[in-house]
């Protein structure tokens, strides 16, 4: 059973820089989607950047390209979010998903992803 728990979350001032993390555990497979997602309270889930495990596929949102890294220490363990140049509406509660690779693309696998963690919330202000 995959468990992930986000920490880092925390309050910063614009233009600033914080750095997300999501612990995973239970991965079986030998490669996984995995990424981050924000969410407004009231709002649609967004998404922010994945990766696919043991490979070069990167995919980030046009609203953090250039400001966001996303990347995993391997093996199957830690997923960082760096986030640097953070605006009052990067404010959102960050989620990290996961999911087994089959063939398809970063965004619509993790859209679909069966597994969640609890979130941690990061305010700009």
């Known amino acids: 059973h995959v468990q992930l728990v986000e920490s880092g979350g925390g309050s910063v001032q614009a233009g600033g820089s914080l750095r997300l993390s999501c612990r995973a555990s239970g991965f079986t497979a030998r490669r996984y989607y995995w990424g981050w997602f924000r969410q407004i309270l009231g709002k649609e889930r967004e998404w922010v950047a994945g990766?696919?495990?043991?490979?070069?596929?990167?995919s980030y949102a046009d609203s953090v390209k250039g400001r966001f890294t996303i990347s995993d220490g391997g093996p199957h363990n830690t997923l960082t979010l760096q986030m640097n140049g953070l605006r009052p509406e990067d404010t959102a509660m960050y989620y990290c998903?996961?999911?087994?690779?089959?063939?398809?693309?970063?965004?619509?696998?993790?859209?679909?992803?069966?597994?969640w963690g609890q979130g941690t919330q990061v305010t700009v202000s």
């Open positions: 998903a996961a999911d087994p690779w089959v063939p398809g693309s970063v965004v619509e696998r993790l859209t679909a992803a069966r597994f």
């Open positions: 990766l696919v495990t043991d490979s070069d596929t990167v």
